[in-house]
């Protein structure tokens, strides 16, 4: 999957690349990385996820395509990046957001955000649509025809969507 995801991203025209560390997205950040360097592509590895949105917001005013990958649990602290700087300005700027705690899975400190991820992107009208193993592609170019018309957009990564069986939000 991690390649899968990677090649479709590169299809998708998607050139500029941020991520924060994440365990479950590992795999796919990984495969970034390895596949930046090979092609010769940016990869800023940032402290946190607003800083991540920050850079990328740079990258697309200097012409880049960017996709940042993150965690839900920064996606909270992103809140203002996205409420007063991406939004009103209509940069569209793709997301990889894994969400931990995930139907109350995975442990306390992760349940809250895992429950309210999607409803907390949904309020400040992100539009998102959920990983599987059989959307990959499909998840990547829908990201890519969102930033075309200048909405920035999530794809919601749950443990399901790396390998498990398939499970609406």
């Known amino acids: 999957m991690p390649d899968t995801m990677t090649k479709s991203m590169l299809r998708a025209g998607y050139d500029f690349f941020a991520s924060v560390p994440c365990g479950m997205l590992s795999p796919i950040i990984r495969q970034v990385d390895i596949t930046s360097r090979d092609r010769g592509l940016p990869h800023v590895l940032a402290p946190r996820e607003d800083i991540a949105l920050g850079v990328a917001c740079g ?85 890519r025809a969102m930033t075309d018309t200048g909405m920035p957009c999530a794809i919601l990564v749950t443990p399901h969507s790396l390998g498990g069986p398939s499970d609406a939000y």
């Open 59 to 143: 990258a697309f005013l200097a012409g880049r395509r960017p996709l940042v990958l993150m965690q839900n649990s920064g996606l909270g602290q992103s809140v203002n990046a996205i409420a007063s700087l991406i939004k009103p300005f209509h940069l569209p700027i793709s997301m990889v957001v894994s969400i931990r705690g995930y139907k109350g899975g995975d442990t306390e400190e992760n349940r809250m955000m895992g429950e309210i991820t999607k409803k907390l992107l949904d309020d400040m009208r992100v539009p998102t649509t959920i990983l599987t193993t059989e959307n990959v592609e499909q998840a990547v170019d829908w990201a």
